[in-house]
């Protein structure tokens, strides 16, 4: 029984997620990514880029809201049976 608790508690630490996380990265690894970033694009070009990134996302994301709109409506919608 000592031995299934600790396979219990084990488990419970790897299913639970521990502080913050943004795409699945935790902080060191966003930061990782924003200095590569910086190097790569430099500071002059990065806000820009920073920029369309965002209308991007934001872009996807209202389609991706209007798909699931119109599924839902569809689902909801009841089917009239032809005579």
């Given at each position: 029984m000592g031995r299934a608790n600790i396979v219990d508690s084990t488990e419970e630490a790897y299913s639970k997620p521990r502080g913050w996380k943004m795409f699945g990265l935790g902080p060191t690894e966003l930061i990782v990514?924003?200095?590569?970033?910086?190097v790569v694009?430099?500071?002059s070009r990065l806000p820009?880029?920073?920029?369309s990134v965002g209308?991007?996302?934001r872009s996807l994301r209202e389609h991706t809201d209007k798909?699931?709109?119109e599924v839902t409506k569809s689902i909801e919608t009841p089917a009239?049976?032809?005579?």
């Open positions: 990514i924003l200095v590569i970033a910086l694009f430099g500071p820009k880029l920073g920029e209308q991007a996302v798909v699931t709109d009239t049976p032809e005579a």
